[in-house]
C-alpha cells in the first residue's frame, strides 16, 4: 500500500525499567480537579464539581522533557504540573471499580496552555483547543507500570522555576480519583490502550518566559525536567 503523503510517526513514551515504548493515542486533560485550582480560577470550585476534559494533540508529546520551543501566539505560558495516567486496556462504560485494572501506569507531565488565547476563547465563547494544542505542548515522564508501583492515592506533587517552589499538592486533594476519570471518560468515548489522562494541577500555575528550568516531581512517580528555550 502507498500513501499520499508521508505517514506520521507514532507518538511514544519510555516505560520505566524497560526498553519498550508506549504508544500514544489519544491525549485527555481533565481541569479544575483540585478545589484550591478551581478556587482560584474563579471557575469554580466545591467538592462536588465535575472536572472539565479538553483533548491535546499526540504528536505534541515530548517523552523526558528537554527543551520545549516557546510557542507562537502567546506572551503568557502557564505550565501545570500534573499526574498522568496510561491506559493499558480499552472499554467504554467502565464502573469505577474495575476502572484501574485497565490502566497501564502513571507518569509526570506538564499540561502547557497558553493562558492569554484560554481567557480570549472564554471571552469569545469559542473552544479551548487552540490555548493548549501547539507543538511541544505535552511533556511528559517516563511511564511507571501500575504492575511496579501500584496505584499512587497519596503523595506530594510539586514544581519549581528556576529552583523556587512554584506548586505543591497531594494527589489525595484530587476531586475525581483516576478511576473515576477513567469511568467518567469511557461513558462519553471509548478509551483504548495508549490513551493518556492528564489528571488536574493543584494551585499556584504562573507564567514561564524563555531561559526558565522547570523541575516537576509526584512522590512514587518520577521526575520530570524541561527548559523553556
Given at each position: 500500500?502507498?500513501?499520499?503523503?508521508p505517514v506520521p510517526?507514532?507518538?511514544?513514551?519510555?516505560?520505566?525499567?524497560?526498553?519498550?515504548?508506549?504508544?500514544?493515542?489519544?491525549?485527555?486533560?481533565?481541569?479544575?480537579?483540585?478545589?484550591?485550582?478551581?478556587?482560584?480560577?474563579?471557575?469554580?470550585?466545591?467538592?462536588?464539581?465535575?472536572?472539565?476534559?479538553?483533548?491535546?494533540?499526540?504528536?505534541?508529546?515530548?517523552?523526558?522533557?528537554?527543551?520545549?520551543?516557546?510557542?507562537?501566539?502567546?506572551?503568557?505560558?502557564?505550565?501545570?504540573?500534573e499526574m498522568v495516567?496510561?491506559?493499558?486496556?480499552?472499554?467504554?462504560?467502565?464502573?469505577?471499580?474495575?476502572?484501574?485494572?485497565?490502566?497501564?501506569?502513571?507518569?509526570?507531565?506538564?499540561?502547557?496552555?497558553?493562558?492569554?488565547?484560554?481567557?480570549?476563547?472564554?471571552?469569545?465563547?469559542?473552544?479551548?483547543?487552540?490555548?493548549?494544542?501547539?507543538?511541544?505542548?505535552?511533556?511528559?515522564?517516563?511511564?511507571?507500570?501500575?504492575?511496579?508501583?501500584?496505584?499512587?492515592?497519596?503523595?506530594?506533587?510539586?514544581?519549581?522555576?528556576?529552583?523556587?517552589?512554584?506548586?505543591?499538592?497531594?494527589?489525595?486533594?484530587?476531586?475525581?480519583?483516576?478511576?473515576?476519570?477513567?469511568?467518567?471518560?469511557?461513558?462519553?468515548?471509548?478509551?483504548?490502550?495508549?490513551?493518556?489522562?492528564?489528571?488536574?494541577?493543584?494551585?499556584?500555575?504562573?507564567?514561564?518566559?524563555?531561559?526558565?528550568?522547570?523541575?516537576?516531581?509526584?512522590?512514587?512517580?518520577?521526575?520530570?525536567?524541561?527548559?523553556?528555550?
Amino acid at each position: 500500500m502507498s500513501y499520499a503523503v508521508p505517514v506520521p510517526v507514532v507518538p511514544t513514551a519510555r516505560v520505566a525499567g524497560s526498553e519498550a515504548l508506549f504508544p500514544v493515542r489519544r491525549v485527555y486533560t481533565v481541569g479544575r480537579n483540585y478545589v484550591a485550582h478551581a478556587r482560584e480560577t474563579g471557575l469554580g470550585g466545591s467538592d462536588g464539581s465535575r472536572p472539565g476534559v479538553s483533548l491535546r494533540p499526540a504528536d505534541g508529546l515530548v517523552a523526558e522533557g528537554g527543551d520545549i520551543p516557546y510557542p507562537p501566539g502567546t506572551a503568557e505560558l502557564d505550565p501545570e504540573i500534573e499526574m498522568v495516567v496510561a491506559m493499558g486496556r480499552g472499554g467504554s462504560d467502565i464502573p469505577p471499580a474495575r476502572a484501574l485494572e485497565h490502566v497501564f501506569g502513571y507518569a509526570v507531565g506538564f499540561d502547557l496552555i497558553r493562558r492569554d488565547v484560554l481567557r480570549d476563547c472564554i471571552k469569545h465563547q469559542h473552544s479551548w483547543d487552540l490555548c493548549k494544542s501547539f507543538d511541544h505542548s505535552v511533556p511528559v515522564s517516563a511511564i511507571q507500570p501500575a504492575a511496579r508501583i501500584g496505584h499512587p492515592t497519596r503523595g506530594a506533587i510539586w514544581i519549581t522555576v528556576n529552583g523556587a517552589e512554584r506548586q505543591r499538592g497531594d494527589l489525595a486533594d484530587l476531586i475525581w480519583s483516576p478511576a473515576e476519570i477513567v469511568a467518567r471518560l469511557s461513558a462519553l468515548a471509548r478509551l483504548e490502550p495508549g490513551d493518556l489522562i492528564f489528571t488536574g494541577t493543584p494551585k499556584g500555575p504562573r507564567a514561564v518566559v524563555r531561559g526558565d528550568r522547570l523541575h516537576g516531581h509526584i512522590d512514587g512517580i518520577g521526575n520530570l525536567h524541561v527548559r523553556i528555550v
